[in-house]
């Protein structure tokens, strides 16, 4: 069975650190990997994809892959109060649907 | 375009009875995905139409389960004789393009069940 794994927290930072997100994944034929943040009581929204092993940027997020060892990361710069959400992890192996993890809840306090 | 929209919100139900969920897509995405999400854990895939024919069902979709999107624009989901286990969001979400295409998901709020 395919799994992705995250550690569920929660992880608290201060405002202004950065926030680390970890994911690992078990398929190596994982192909895309996606971060989504989801509000308490909302739905998820994608935040970043990505493709290649390295690193990706957007604006205050970077998303870290790493396909030999089956990691990815998100990195958010500048952490600010309304980034407190849960963050799932999804990996897609091709086909047309998303594996997600259970989620990172990231608090960010003032 | 308001988005992926969903009805109802929110039901709840006893233990056997049916239940229905809708999902009204975004009007130009042609992939269309039901997901269900249990406190504290990531969204589960269950089903997946490109217009309307469904093209991926998940082994969790027991036979008490059926979804359909008869003309290709809105779905639904049904499950007959509720058990508390079903007790759960339903998620459905659309897409323009597809997942390995860089395809993002556009998630509707959501269908809260509560099964007593």
């Known amino acids: 069975q395919k799994e992705v794994e995250q550690n569920s927290g929660p992880l608290s930072v201060p405002e202004g650190a950065i926030a680390s997100l970890n994911c690992t994944y078990s398929?190596?034929?994982?192909?895309?990997f996606f971060w989504y943040r989801q509000y308490s009581g909302k739905s998820p929204e994608l935040i970043m994809f990505?493709?290649?092993?390295g690193d990706k940027e957007d604006g205050r997020f970077t998303a870290q892959l790493n396909k030999a060892s089956q990691y990815v990361s998100l990195l958010i710069r500048d952490s600010q109060p309304s980034d407190s959400a849960t963050y799932l992890c999804?990996?897609?192996?091709?086909?047309?649907?998303?594996?997600f993890g259970k989620g990172t809840k990231l608090t960010v306090n003032p | 375009d308001t988005g992926v929209s969903q009805n109802p919100r929110h039901k709840i139900t006893k233990r056997g009875q049916n239940v229905t969920f809708r999902c009204d897509p975004i009007?130009?995405?042609?992939?269309l995905y039901w997901y269900r999400q249990t406190l504290g854990q990531g969204p589960e895939f269950l089903t997946y139409?490109?217009?309307?024919?469904?093209?991926?069902k998940s082994r969790l979709l027991s036979d008490r389960f059926s979804a359909e999107r008869p003309k290709g624009s809105f779905s639904t989901l049904e499950i007959q004789r509720t058990e508390q286990g079903d007790s759960a969001m339903y998620l459905c979400?659309?897409?323009?393009?597809?997942?390995?295409?860089?395809?993002?998901?556009?998630f509707g709020e959501g269908s809260r069940l509560t099964v007593l």
């Open positions: 979400a659309s897409s323009y393009d597809s997942l390995g295409n860089t395809g993002e998901l556009f």
């Open positions: 398929d190596r034929g994982s192909q895309s």
């Open positions: 990505i493709y290649s092993n």
């Open positions: 999804a990996v897609n192996d091709g086909s047309e649907k998303l594996v």
């Open positions: 009007s130009e995405h042609n992939r």
């Open positions: 139409f490109q217009n309307e024919a469904q093209l991926e």
